[in-house]
């Protein structure tokens, strides 16, 4: 089956290197100009001329990023299967859509207001509290396009900073961590849970994601579990989806936001678990048998940002996994990461410090559980 | 780093997938007219025109298939660096060249006889006793060009169909098991070994690779272990290097052949060792640390061969790793492999047949300790 892939970045290319052992050849079409896939058939298609062509090629159609205009992926649906579906990405793509969507489900998120002028958001600022998040309801990710307000009088200068006509404006959480849960759903409605991981940002980027946590309630992975699936469910949703939450002092959840595809959160499990979440997004969307979504033990992702370092000195860990993107070195940038695996989570953190230190500018880790 | 690869095949195929993550690109030199890997830069070359503009593309050169003409990669080498060595490809595909190797450096072969003439075929089976195998000296593989004698009287009947000017008789080996040990040399004469596997071939193609074996003795390893250190370093090898052998009733091991290369017994590494085959491999030639060769648990490989059947049922197999070649299908054709892993050898023998039993054609294994 050749699959096509909206967009052509590292997430397409490591579904890429997951799928031709399923027997996948992969078409990716990138509208940026600047694609680094660097596998399968990649076609640049920054003057919207080749869709045609693209589709002539592929039997099925997936995206490794949801901010695509979502009258292209309808009318992408005309022609081919599309997983997830246009309704997934119009959701998605828009946090006061995604928020409805938590509330309809009864999935509890931190306290939000949506405000359309500096005077409202003001006033969204005074009614929530201080400090809030203002955010875009649109396009922005790894914090861009947001900004934390510590008192009302600087309400006017955020609106400036942000420049968008929609702001989400979301009350501070007091929480311990910040975790995930990535679930995937079959064509056939069965779906198979990730255990949760634990995620480190660093100035809004996600620079390490651990699973299985070692602390973790099992009544609170299966909290998750419910709130991920009525989601799936809901939005008859095909392959692998991904919610961010905060987990709260008292252990409770609160959704924080969702991404219809396979995630940064994820890429442990390319090593770490039994199939990955490459493999399993693949597997649903071509109505393959889901796979076994269990740890084979504790592990942590390390995203390999801006510099990448010398990569001969992280491959002298033990068992530690390196997963360059093929991409040029500029701050900010996600080059790599590696995963490391250990028998014991202690061991595992000792080894995480340990691939810290050899990678530029890596902040030490600082797990919940430590 | 780009890398070339001389040969197309599933091989090359499974040397790019694992070393895409560690940031190589791959050219690959195709002879045959009818490449299969499906990856990468396939430059097609059945008119030897291409060649120079292949080494311009590459960093560096290794090659799935030894049976390459000596002459071309000793050319090769005055350009680029060639891991193995065309040294090591002029030894193992001349099975008189590998013995004489074995023989010097003490590692135990079946007793053998070199002949060039029907009458000396002849001789030679009556001296060895029957039954005997008579093997071109050259080019054989899988089975081909090689016969069994059982009777002196049908030695001329065995040299017109081998049809080859130099034959290599040996003794027929009272054997318990074949075995195989696959070992990795760096750049800098480290070596790392993997468990050895057992294999079961059927009509002289493997059909089966298991490992590590329940009852395999270290003491049995270390032998392997040694025999295959001495090769790799009398031959000043870097890379990957396979002995095959046969295991007697006492336990002793007899070197049956060798291939300077990744090999299908190896298969199982890509799920069940920490590092695989493939990636220790590209570690290797290009002077990286070499990884973990340990077994995660217990593994076994199962070839599709001639007829895929129906690939979604194997993946409704608990941790079962499907890895297809993208080839068409054609009696006695490797055209995918099975990888599967339990926490025991008594379920992984299990779930080894009931992979048997999906597959069209494949008969049912029957391991030694069983």
Known sequence: MNIGVLGAGQLGRMLALAGYPLGNRFTFLDTT??????????MVDTDQQHLTEFLSKVDLVTYEFEHLPVPLVQAI??????????????????????????????????????????????????ELGTPVVAKSVTDGYDGKGQAVIKDPANAA?????????????EAFVDFVREVSIIAVRGRDG??????MAENLHVDGILRYSLAPMPD?????????????????????????????????????????EMAPRVHNSGHWTMDGAVTSQFENHLRA?????????????????????????????????????????GKGERP?????????????????????RACAALLPGAPAPRFSFE
Chains 1, 2 share one sequence.
């Not at 200068?157 to 404006?169: D, K, Y």
């Not at 109505?287 to 510099?307: E, F, K, Y």
């Open 285 to 325: 969307i071509q109505g393959l048998p889901l796979g076994d979504t269990a740890a084979r033990m504790p592990s942590c992702m390390v995203n390999v940002i801006g510099q990448e370092g010398e990569p001969a000195r992280l491959l002298e860990i033990e068992d530690a996994h390196l997963h360059r993107y």
């Open 190 to 195: 069965q779906v198979v849970f990730y255990p």
């Open 157 to 169: 200068e955020a609106w400036r900073s942000i420049n968008h006509p929609r702001l989400i404006v």
């Open 77 to 126: 649906e005309e022609h081919k299967p599309v997983h997830p579906s246009s309704e997934a990405i119009r959701v998605c793509q828009n946090r006061a859509e995604e928020k409805a969507l938590f509330d309809r489900l009864a999935i509890p998120t931190p306290a939000y207001r949506l405000v359309e002028s500096a005077e409202a958001l003001e006033a969204a600022v005074r």
């Open 33 to 42: 100009g600047n694609p680094s896939a660097g596998i399968g058939d990649v």
């Open 332 to 352: 900010g940038r996600k080059l790599a990461h590696v995963n490391l695996m250990a028998p014991t989570h202690e061991a595992l953190v000792e080894k995480v």
């Open 216 to 256: 973790l309630d099992a009544a609170v992975q299966q909290t998750a579990d419910e709130y991920i699936r009525a989601l799936l469910d809901e939005l008859d949703y095909v392959g692998v989806l991904t919610l961010e939450l905060f987990q709260a002092r008292d252990g409770s959840l609160l959704a924080n």
